[in-house]
């Protein structure tokens, strides 16, 4: 059975800092990971959908690795903005069923 | 891309009533999807609804205490039935389109006294 672990649980920089949120899943046999941003009362916005064949995406700041081997995937945030302040979840989807499998999420707090 | 719009954004409703989400998409899509995300959980998937036919629903949901609604491709219902406090969540509406990037509705909040 699919897990999704996210690590931190919670996260506070300053202002500008690079930071690097992490997402374990414990069965490589994936078709696709994608992180989201969640904003209170907005539900979620896709960032970035890695398929199980790439090993990184990249957007505007953000860029996001898979390492399907070790079962793991980094969102790296540069020059973090107090608008960055989200929960980013992580999901994956597997490669039988093409179910989502959610982790709970990292809080993210970027202080000016 | 896909716009979703979700009616109600929040309700609170008395215990052993009803509730109906409504799920609008701005373009036809196959499938849509419903979450449920309660306090300190993860995304749950309830059911997938398609168009024509009868919704799939997940293990632990079923389609007495969440009757779903296809009407056509843009629309779709979600009920909760006969509510308890612990169906106090964030429901989520869901479809998925290009290369299969999930797209999610702004949710509605719940809460059962």
């Known amino acids: 059975k699919q897990e999704v672990t996210q690590i931190p649980a919670a996260l506070s920089v300053p202002e500008g800092e690079n930071l690097v949120l992490n997402c374990s899943f414990t069965?490589?046999?994936?078709?696709?990971l994608q992180w989201f941003r969640q904003d209170p009362g907005k539900g979620l916005t896709s960032l970035l959908l890695?398929?199980?064949s790439q090993r990184e995406q990249t957007s505007g700041r953000l860029n996001a690795s898979l390492d399907k081997s070790s079962g793991r995937s980094t969102l790296y945030i540069a020059a973090s903005q107090p608008g960055d302040s989200a929960t980013y979840l992580c999901?994956?989807?597997?490669?039988?069923?093409?179910?989502?499998?959610w982790g709970l999420g990292t809080s993210l707090g970027v202080n000016p | 891309s896909a716009v979703i719009s979700q009616k109600p954004s929040r309700d609170i409703c008395q215990r052993g009533t009803s509730l109906t989400i409504q799920c609008q998409v701005d373009?036809?899509?196959?499938?849509m999807f419903w979450y449920r995300q309660q306090p300190g959980q993860s995304l749950t998937l309830i059911a997938t609804?398609?168009?024509?036919?009868?919704?799939?629903?997940e293990s632990g949901f079923v389609i007495d205490k969440f009757p779903i609604s296809r009407p056509n491709l843009t629309f779709s219902t979600l009920t909760v039935s006969n509510m308890s406090p612990e169906d106090s969540s964030i429901y989520l509406c869901?479809?998925?389109?290009?290369?299969?990037?999930?797209?999610f509705g702004p949710g509605t909040r719940l809460l059962v006294l």
């Open positions: 069965d490589s046999a994936i078709y696709n």
């Open positions: 373009s036809q899509v196959t499938m």
């Open positions: 890695i398929q199980s």
């Open positions: 609804a398609n168009q024509g036919s009868e919704a799939t629903y």
């Open positions: 999901a994956v989807k597997g490669g039988n069923n093409r179910k989502l499998i």
């Open positions: 869901s479809v998925e389109k290009g290369q299969e990037t999930q797209y």
